[in-house]
């Protein structure tokens, strides 16, 4: 069995930011209730002639120089992406032949925004298996063309970006993966999902003006299971590997809503200053999140090696899971 080791890390964000004031001229919302319900200030909304996978070129592009890796030594690219270029071919494949990464298996997951975490999994054990050296795992999602932008209770919430990091094959007792856990649970599909576009009901000519062609989410029901499941998540993911809070030096929360965010540090028991948060600036970017907020912090340098680093996720399905990682 190999260990596994974060090499590099990389985002992009579109150039394009939309303000709370900008969305309040479109529906009927403003900056203090979107503030106060949620702490976004702002988010990226990429250009109609940008695809997710070409928000995944220039994360991928950063996150292989900060490995020290060229496109080339890729073995493997998983993309995490509820907002794929096309129903397929997969996106990943998309992004293979944009950066020139000819010698990958590619693939991609859908888990909605737990998409990083169940990627990283999926990855991780690939790669420890030992047939994979180098495997480029990415979130990244152009959530601007999936939201109807006349519906305030949703269209305030996402934005767009792509967070990347690279994963090297490591011997077992370099490790720096500790735990990760998974978990699904099918039975509130509705709570949040996009009704049509798929194989149970087309987008057809007579469902053009639908609203179920877009995503919609009760608010309430979500925020409450995502506390709950975010929370126990992070606790049973620390107790399998005998580890407590007060090992964590940094939590990484998917970032859907500071509320949601800062009632899991509360029902987990962490200081806020452990906590990462950055939503204010990108909203919810779903599979994006993780390692769009990973590469800040690594950037920033208070990420050190060795370090606890925890990541947190809940999402559509329902999806949810967290990773150990001695950074
Ligand atoms: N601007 C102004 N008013 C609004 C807006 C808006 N953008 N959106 C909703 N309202 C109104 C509603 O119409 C409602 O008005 P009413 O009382 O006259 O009917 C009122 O505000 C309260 O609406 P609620 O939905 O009850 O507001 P709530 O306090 O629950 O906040 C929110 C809504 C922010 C969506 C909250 O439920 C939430 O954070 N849910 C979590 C959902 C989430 O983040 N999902 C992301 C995807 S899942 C994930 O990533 C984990």
Redesign the pocket.
């Known amino acids: 069995m190999k260990g596994i080791k974060i090499i590099g890390t990389g985002k992009y964000a579109p150039e394009n930011i939309v303000t709370n004031d900008d969305l309040a001229k479109k529906v ?3 900056h203090d ?2 503030v106060t ?2 702490g976004i200030e702002q988010r990226h909304i990429a250009a109609d002639n940008q695809a997710t996978s070409d928000l995944c070129v220039p994360a991928a592009q950063n996150a292989l120089s900060d490995a020290g890796i060229t496109a080339d030594d890729l073995d493997l690219i998983i993309v995490a992406t509820l907002s794929p270029d096309k129903p397929f071919p997969n996106t990943a494949t998309i992004l293979q032949r944009k950066i020139g990464a000819m010698k990958a298996a590619c693939f991609s997951i859908e888990a909605a ?1 737990t998409g990083f975490v169940y990627a990283m999994e999926v990855a991780s054990s690939m790669v420890r298996c030992g047939n994979y050296k180098y495997a480029l795992v990415i979130g990244a999602e152009k959530l601007s063309s999936q939201v109807n932008w006349s519906d ?2 949703t269209c ?2 996402f934005g767009d970006g792509a967070g990347a990091a690279v994963i090297e094959s490591v011997d077992e007792k370099d490790n720096t993966l500790l735990n990760s856990i998974l978990a699904s649970d099918g039975t509130h599909e509705e709570l ?1 999902h996009t009704a049509i576009g798929g194989s149970a009901t087309p987008a057809t000519a007579d469902n053009l003006e639908d609203p179920g062609r877009y995503l919609q ?1 009760q ?2 029901e ?2 409450k299971l ?1 506390v709950t499941n975010m929370a126990n998540s992070v606790k049973k993911a620390l107790e399998e590997v005998n580890l407590s809070v007060d090992d964590i030096d940094w939590l990484i929360p ?1 970032q ?2 500071v ?2 965010i800062s009632a899991v540090g509360d029902k987990v028991g962490i200081a806020s200053e452990k906590v990462f948060v950055n939503v204010q600036k990108y909203g ?1 970017t779903s599979a994006a999140t993780i390692p769009i907020a990973l590469d800040e912090l690594a950037r920033s340098g208070e990420l050190k090696r060795g370090q606890i680093l925890v990541f947190v996720a ?2 559509g399905g329902f999806t949810w899971g967290a990773t150990v990682l001695k950074y």
Do not use: D
């Open positions: 009927e919302t403003s209730w979107i319900r949620t925004c305030r209770n305030v919430l949040l989410m608010g309430r979500v925020f995502a998917h859907a809503n509320r949601i919810n809940f999402g």
